[in-house]
């Protein structure tokens, strides 16, 4: 790490050490104490990305220490083409509004745009993502995007669970009986079932899915509940995938959607997430939110901005 005590911070490639991940997690307790992220998430979600690319990975540095960092990565699955995406981004507080964040974006898109990204995106990129997009809360971030020409696209939402409460929901047996007449049963992931959900997740919902089932699979306890018709898997529900305490994907067999299997698996996975101390469960990305409200008594609890634009742009 190059020292640079009086001038300005500099930019340089993030030592892709065994440290990383911590000083990752630390200037980030820095730049936003109300969403602490541990060292752990940031390993898994940027530095084991599928796709990882070091070469995409920008610090900032002052004096020695790390007072700013942008990490990107690209990916090729989607109907739209590469696509670059902004995983991450913080500047320590005392650095803000000295262009910190602007020339680390500026060097990532340009490195971006050379691995082939046609559009870059401001955070989202599933699988692996840590937001959906820009809280709207993070009122620098978006005026700095908004700035430099990414434009606004839609919103995506997060939704939350109060668990300290029963689930507004009918008793067991009333939802056991619903599930009689379609021959299902619910019932929590086993390690066994890996194989079985693999296939079925990626036949049914694709690779984002199936790679976001196989990180809760492989929680030190598997974190979700399978819905089987016959043995075969029809339905799942997974939790701690995204981040520790976010639901979801959840997702039913398209033929038994309606007959209360996707009820009863976020119930029982939410029940699983208040046993292990969980006080609300926040549903990623939600998207049948009519659905989880109606249910569930969920409330849009996080908003996040869609912002892309082209490279030709950037
Ligand atoms: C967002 C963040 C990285 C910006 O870092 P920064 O180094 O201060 O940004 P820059 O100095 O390069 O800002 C460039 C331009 O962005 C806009 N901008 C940045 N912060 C702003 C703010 N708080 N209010 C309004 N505009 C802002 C301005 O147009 C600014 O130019 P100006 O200072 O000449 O007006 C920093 O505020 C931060 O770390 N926030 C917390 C983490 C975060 O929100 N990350 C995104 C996760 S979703």
């Known amino acids: 790490m190059v020292t640079d005590e009086h001038s300005s911070p500099r930019t340089h490639d993030l030592d892709d050490g065994p440290d990383a991940a ?19 998430v940031l390993q898994e979600k940027i530095l084991a990305d599928p796709d990882r690319d070091p070469r995409l990975w920008l610090t900032a540095t002052h004096g020695g220490r790390l007072v700013g960092a942008a990490t990107g990565v690209v990916r090729t699955q989607g109907p739209e083409g590469p696509t670059g995406f902004v995983q991450f981004l913080a500047v320590a507080p005392g650095y803000r509004r000295r262009g910190v964040a602007s020339r680390l974006l500026d060097e990532l898109e340009q490195r971006l745009a050379r691995r082939g990204a046609r559009r870059i995106r401001a955070f989202g990129g599933a699988p692996s993502y840590l937001w959906p997009g820009v809280d709207v809360r993070y009122t620098g971030a978006l005026c700095l995007f908004e700035r430099r020409g990414y434009r606004l696209e839609g919103y995506d939402f997060n939704m939350e669970v109060d668990l300290t409460r029963p689930l507004p929901v009918d008793p067991p047996p009333v939802r056991q009986q619903a599930l009689e007449r379609s021959g299902v049963t619910v019932r929590p992931l086993r390690r066994e079932d890996r194989e079985a959900l693999e296939a079925w997740l990626r036949r049914t919902w694709g690779p984002h899915w199936a790679f976001e089932g196989m990180l809760a699979m492989d929680r030190p306890e598997p974190a979700g509940f399978v819905a089987t018709r016959d043995g075969d898997v029809v339905g799942f529900a997974v939790f701690d995938s995204t981040r520790p305490g976010w639901f979801g994907p959840m997702g039913v067999e398209p033929s038994l959607q309606g007959g209360g299997v996707g009820l009863e698996l976020c119930v029982r996975a939410m029940e699983e997430m208040a046993r292990r101390g969980y006080a609300q469960a926040q549903i990623a990305w939600a998207g049948p939110r009519c659905f989880y409200a109606r249910k569930l008594g969920a409330t849009i609890s996080r908003v996040f901005a869609r912002l892309s634009k082209p490279v030709e742009e950037a």
């Not at 911590?22 to 752990?40: F, K, M, S, T, V």
């Open 22 to 40: 911590r000083l990752l997690a630390d200037l980030w307790r820095q730049a936003c104490p109300d969403e602490p992220i541990e060292a752990w």
